[in-house]
């Protein structure tokens, strides 16, 4: 039982462009929300999160736009760098009464920056 | 400021022994926490330590065992090794226990079991 999910294992964009990562997840309890970017053999690197009480949060060329009603959230980057060739993760967290600690991975979306 | 420390980066083991990984969190969080990345699938939650206290546990065998010390380092034991421990197991920490506080990750420690 997948709880969240990233249905495009890969997303190929120019540089410059709009690049936007989706995610959806199952559980309405879930109350955080966090997108990480990781390279090979290296950790997964914090980009930006989101709590459930908003709709938007944006950091730099970094913003996710939480969908409560539809369980969806997505990470647009703009504009769209090589540097920014990498796998995205989303994650989410919380059961809707306390701290589990847990956080709940996608399986990553592969994102390559053509120059 | 220091990141997450894991060592060591890689560890290669035989089926039925036993490994220890550690790790030192960022300076001033109290709050560890272990994930499983085996080939081919995601992130898996595998424990999460507090003030020296396991807070959360991931749906693991009890041969996946972890403890955390007064300086809030942290070590994952992983007991009669079987070939899918085989896997990139990732510390992460964050200041507390708040709902809202980020998890920061280490560079992962490598086991392969033979």
């Known amino acids: 039982d997948q709880q969240v999910k990233q249905n495009s294992p890969s997303l190929s964009v120019q540089e410059g462009r709009i690049s936007i990562l989706n995610c959806d997840y199952t559980n309405s309890m879930f109350d955080y929300f966090l997108w990480y970017k990781k390279y090979p053999a290296e950790g997964p690197t914090f980009l930006i999160s989101i709590s459930s009480i908003k709709d938007k949060n944006e950091d730099g060329r970094f913003t996710v736009f939480l969908n409560k009603s539809a369980k969806h959230l997505s990470l647009h980057i703009v504009p769209s760098q090589p540097g920014d060739s990498a796998v995205y993760f989303c994650?989410?967290?919380?059961?809707?009464?306390?701290?589990?600690?847990?956080?709940?991975f996608g399986q990553g979306t592969t994102l390559q920056v053509k120059p | 400021e220091a990141g997450v420390t894991q060592s060591p980066t890689h560890l290669i083991k035989t089926r039925g022994q036993q490994a220890t990984l550690r790790c030192s969190p960022i300076s001033g969080h109290t709050s560890v926490y272990w994930y499983q990345q085996a080939l081919g699938l995601g992130l898996q939650f595998l424990l999460w330590?507090?003030?020296?206290?396991?807070?959360n546990r991931g749906n693991f065998p009890p041969r996946f065992s972890g403890r955390q010390f007064p300086n809030y380092s942290s070590e994952l034991n992983v007991n009669a090794l079987e070939l899918e421990d085989s896997a990139l197991y990732l510390c992460?920490?964050?200041?507390?226990?708040?709902?809202?506080?980020?998890?920061?990750f280490g560079p992962g420690t490598r086991l392969t079991v033979l």
């Open positions: 330590y507090d003030e020296g206290e396991e807070r």
């Open positions: 994650a989410a967290s919380g059961d809707g009464s306390s701290n589990t600690g847990k956080l709940i």
């Open positions: 992460a920490s964050s200041p507390g226990q708040g709902w809202t506080d980020t998890q920061y």
